[in-house]
């Protein structure tokens, strides 16, 4: 049995049972290249669920809502069941209101490896062994898997996940094809004063769409800092200035929450490179705190834990 079949069967089990009242899972899109989200509430819809190197959305995004109106199932590749993990330990949801359907896919398709295909040509996108086949009039193309992934499923291990109900696809801890930070490696060779030309010349393309902001699952805040009407604590101008007081202060309210899932950066339509400072910051909150996003349930919101040796006082 497929992947995908083996999925549809758990959906239709869940929504029979009763256990659930929805499964938020990913359906096809208009054309092949892409899937969405979608929200099964019926067995027989079960039929519409997809599992293909196109399932991109991180579908924990819209858990916090769903779950208002009963509980839920959500299929979650390794990065976003850290995101559930999160969401879990800051109260945002209930764990036993969610199913978590875990999927070890082999990694997900980078846009930018179709750059030399006729997208409306193409039929079909699956995977392979050896990376991901792309089927158009012409026949089937293989992408190798160094090209064909996004740069987060390069450096997945697929290591167990920290909760899961149901699990579909190899769990194997597996070796990684790049190393996660090796990017940030790069970046710390350069000055301060380099590193802060770097980032004015990447937020000075920013438009403030606020599509980072909508994708990330650890930006749950019922009203966001930059749209409050009373208190006005930042512009929402595409200034310099402005624009970096809202990626600095998103970052800074995302740090012990970001678990590295790349959906910020792949929304950006201008393609400035976020998720180098989620890595940045995930390596700091390590360093200073010990714990690693979404790996636990034992450890402590990083926003919600203190010790007495603190750098900073301490009352006893």
Known sequence: MSMEQELREKAKE????????????????????KSTPIFVKTPEQADCLVLNPTCTNNL???????????PVAVVAKPCEVKNIVELVKENQIKREDVTVIAVSTPGILNDAALAEFD????????????????????????IPRD????????????????????????????????????????????????????????????I???????????????????????????????GAESNWFFHMTRMMHTAGRCTGCGECERACPMGIPLSLMGKK?????????????????EDAPVFGCYQTNDPDPCPE
């Open 14 to 33: 869940l929504l029979s049972s009763g256990k659930v009242k929805v499964v938020i899972g990913y359906g096809e899109g208009s054309i092949p290249i």
């Open 60 to 70: 924990t995004v819209y858990l916090p809502q769903a779950v208002k109106s009963g």
């Open 119 to 142: 997208l409306l040509d193409v039929k079909k996108i699956s995977w392979k062994a050896d990376g991901v086949a792309v089927t158009t009039s012409q026949g089937d193309t293989v």
């Open 147 to 206: 090209a064909a992934f996004q740069k987060k499923c390069l450096s997945c291990t697929a290591a167990q996940p920290a909760i899961a109900d149901i699990k579909i696809g190899d769990w194997a801890e597996r070796a990684p094809l790049q190393d996660k930070f090796a990017d940030v490696e790069e970046y710390e060779k350069l000055s301060a004063e380099e590193k802060r030309a770097f980032w004015a010349g990447q937020f000075s393309k920013c």
């Open 208 to 238: 403030r769409c606020y599509a980072c902001r909508q994708a990330c699952p650890g930006c749950y805040c019922n009203e966001c800092f930059v749209d409050k009407n009373g208190q006005i604590w930042a512009s929402k101008d595409t």
């Open 281 to 297: 910051m995930s390596l700091l909150v390590k360093e200073l705190f010990g714990t690693q996003p979404g790996e636990s349930m």
